[in-house]
């Protein structure tokens, strides 16, 4: 099998060191992953095994040579492929599936200057119905929902006969059955000695596919871990350098609730079905169910980027209309989006500028800008949130996924909200940085209404008061969180209950 080892690995910046001295070693046939907090040090990782950091310390070998990698080509030559996190950085908005799973035969067409499409939608359908996907390769990549593009990415990977597939947060927007899929996937290529490094958040998805465990802390080699050694509270003591404690803030009660938001009867073209709830001021609203089911739409209704075709939202007591989100940003409700990189960051700009900009006239006088007023309210909200660095000239960009996530988080705070939304906020994110997301969301609800919208049943059972189940549309259930288990959850988010029953009356 194909070995690659990699050996005191260094990488500094002026005034940091992002990798200090790390070995890591990846087997044909293996799943190793790498785990650690936001800034660990697995990026700069990822970003030397696959050349886009020409220079660094340490060496690594495939097979007992040792072989230069410094630029990505040197890395495919080596038979090195990775899937980002951020898959649109690398898709073709405005190429179809097909060309951009085939991409290269764009660039070196086999026969003259002219691409056949009819061929090569052809080998594009033979390679997704090989991996049991189904997607219009004829569809523009800019169409596809982003479970979609994370599986078209991960496809284009697999198509090219990587000898080492690193694979980063490959999950994080993918459905349960998405995610079965794609783990049937990893296992045939394991059989074919293809070798990974998996890089996750999740640590229930590394205690079932990983063969062993490295994790990284301040850039540093923390533990590792085989299979049958691996331990998650261990893990998360290795990630965060202390006991990891209680995740979940600890539910208290904020004396009698009060009604905020009155939802009734809210559909839309076919993909909201008579959708009616209550959120009240004083407790986390949850909703869960399988990506598809219909939660960020409605979350996308309630903030006002889409028009319902029926029903009525009552805020405080009063019928309110969106005609854009700003009006939805004027009464006080606030999202914070799935695609937080593209929804919720402008990421070529500071970090100041993305916090204060849906309120810059607060800091305005005459037309100008105070920087220096800004600048105190941006440092306060930075403090706030624990965001590091303490720079708010910093690009958002530069900053890990769990920074990103608090400076989207952190604008919704310059002024009190009547209702906060959070659509799938820990996606890609640390466990110490969840911790926080779900501290705040816990704090905001003594005097707001907090929904919080995620597809991790789990975590909707930990953090919420009371449960909203969402499928294909619609609401089909409605829970204490306290009393009800994940098992009925998850049968309701599936069907699973009325498939059971059907089977049953059938028999």
């Known amino acids: 099998m194909t070995i690659l080892k990699a050996t005191g690995l260094r990488k500094t910046f002026p005034g940091v060191v992002a990798l200090d001295h790390v070995d890591l070693e990846l087997h044909g046939g293996k799943i190793h992953a790498l785990i650690g907090a936001n800034g660990a040090g697995k990026s700069t990782l990822i970003k030397i095994l696959t050349g886009y950091y020409p220079s660094y310390e340490g060496q690594i070998e495939i097979n007992g040579q040792i072989v230069s990698i410094h630029k990505p080509m040197d890395a495919f030559h080596h038979g090195i492929e990775v899937v980002h996190q951020e898959v649109d950085t690398t898709l073709v908005p405005y190429l179809t599936v097909a060309e951009n799973l085939l991409i290269e035969k764009l660039a070196t067409p086999e026969s003259g200057f002219f691409v056949r499409k009819n061929e090569l939608n052809r080998q594009a359908q033979q390679i997704l119905s090989g991996l049991q996907l189904e997607m219009d390769v004829r569809k523009q990549a800019a169409d596809l929902s982003l479970p979609q593009k994370q599986l078209l990415v991960i496809a284009r990977a697999i198509s090219r006969s990587a000898s080492f597939l690193i694979l980063d947060e490959p999950t994080a927007s993918l459905s349960l059955s998405d995610v079965e899929r794609l783990f049937g996937i990893l296992r045939e290529l394991k059989q074919k000695g293809v070798g990974f490094l998996y890089v996750s958040h999740r640590l229930a998805e590394i205690q079932e596919i990983a063969d062993e465990v490295t994790i990284l802390r301040a850039g540093r080699q923390a533990a590792h871990f085989d299979r049958s050694e691996f331990d998650l509270s261990k893990a998360v003591e290795a990630m965060l350098g202390s006991p990891p404690g209680e995740l979940f803030p600890p539910r208290q009660p904020f004396g009698e609730l009060a009604l905020v938001m009155d939802v009734r009867q809210i559909s839309q073209g076919g993909r909201l079905k008579d959708i009616s709830f209550q959120v009240f001021r004083g407790e986390v609203l949850g909703i869960t169910g399988l990506t598809g089911a219909g939660k960020t739409e409605l979350l996308q209704v ?192 599936t069907g699973a209950t009325r498939q059971m029953a059907q089977m049953a009356a059938q028999e």
């Open 302 to 493: 309630l903030s006002g980027c889409q028009k319902p075709d029926q029903g009525e939202i009552i805020l405080n007591g009063k019928k309110i209309r969106f005609r854009l989100p700003k009006d939805a940003i004027r009464m006080g409700i606030y999202l914070i989006p799935e695609d937080r990189r593209n929804l919720g960051l402008l990421v070529e700009n500071p970090i100041r500028a993305n916090i204060t900009l849906p309120f810059t006239q607060d800091f305005s006088r005459l037309g100008f800008v105070q920087i220096n007023k800004e600048r105190q309210r941006v440092f306060q909200i930075m403090d706030r949130l624990r965001l590091v660095p303490r720079n708010p000239e910093m690009p958002a960009k530069n900053l890990s996924g769990g920074n990103q996530q608090k400076v989207v988080i952190g604008k919704w705070l310059l002024r009190q909200p009547a209702v906060i939304l959070f659509d799938e906020a820990t996606q890609g994110i640390d466990v110490g940085a969840k911790r926080e997301v779900y501290a705040i969301a816990r704090e905001l609800a003594q005097n707001a209404g907090v929904i919080f919208s995620s597809s991790d049943v789990d975590e909707v059972l930990g953090l919420a008061d009371r449960v909203l189940v969402m499928r294909d549309g619609r609401i089909v259930g409605e829970f204490d969180a306290e009393r009800v288990d994940r098992q009925q959850v998850m049968e309701l988010a």
